[in-house]
Nanobody, 120 residues
């Protein structure tokens, strides 16, 4: 099993910044992608940012230019630097990862979530 533990999050005023961190542990053979989803009240969960082991990154249009994802492959960690935060960024943010726990055994995991609240 692969566990993801998030840290960071909290309450910030609009225009402020927060940094989320996530560490993966457990039976990890390799990790392909790591990233972040979010879910606001009454809305569907959406992908915020994703990075692959090869260094490719993808961002939701709504956060492009404001959020930056970074990853340490050696430590199996991923961070999300969130700048110029807006009230509409308020949501529970979930770390996500997928890869292999063995040569032929895939996994996909999500963290427990961390609350980000942006006040206007």
């Amino acid at each position: 099993q692969v566990q993801l533990v998030e840290s960071g999050g909290g309450l910030v005023q609009a225009g402020g910044s927060l940094r989320l961190s996530c560490a993966a542990s457990g039976s990890i053979f390799s990790i392909n992608s790591m990233g972040w989803d979010r879910q606001a009240p009454g809305k569907q969960r959406e992908l915020v940012a994703l990075t692959t082991s090869g260094g490719n990154t993808n961002y939701a249009d709504s956060v492009q230019g404001r959020f930056t994802i970074s990853r340490d492959n050696a430590k199996n960690t991923v961070n999300l630097q969130m700048n110029s935060l807006k009230p509409e960024d308020t949501a529970v943010y979930y770390c996500r990862a997928d890869g292999l726990t063995g040569p032929l055994t895939p996994f996909g995991s999500w963290g427990q979530g961390t609350q980000v609240t942006v006040s206007s």
